[in-house]
């Protein structure tokens, strides 16, 4: 998985993993997901990220349950 804050456009996308986009749905004005040829969802794109995140350029990343120890 990968999130990059691009700050030329201001967006933040979240790619889950490499495969090809088959096609692109707006859930709503600014909130994009990309699915692949399985119906899986390959990422995310949140336009104008500075009006919806506090610190677009600072991320905290934090995992939970049980394997939660192992990176």
């Known amino acids: 998985m990968r999130i990059i804050y691009d700050s030329e456009t201001d967006t933040v996308s979240i790619v889950f993993r490499e495969a090809p986009v088959k096609e692109s749905d707006e859930l709503r004005e600014g909130l994009i997901v ?3 040829e399985d119906g899986g969802v390959v990422s995310i794109e949140l336009l104008d990220a ?3 995140i506090a610190e677009p350029e600072g991320i905290h ?3 939970r ?3 939660a120890a192992v990176l």
């Open 65 to 67: 349950g049980k394997k």
């Open 34 to 36: 990309d699915y692949g």
């Open 61 to 63: 990343y934090e995992i």
């Open 50 to 52: 500075a009006e919806s």
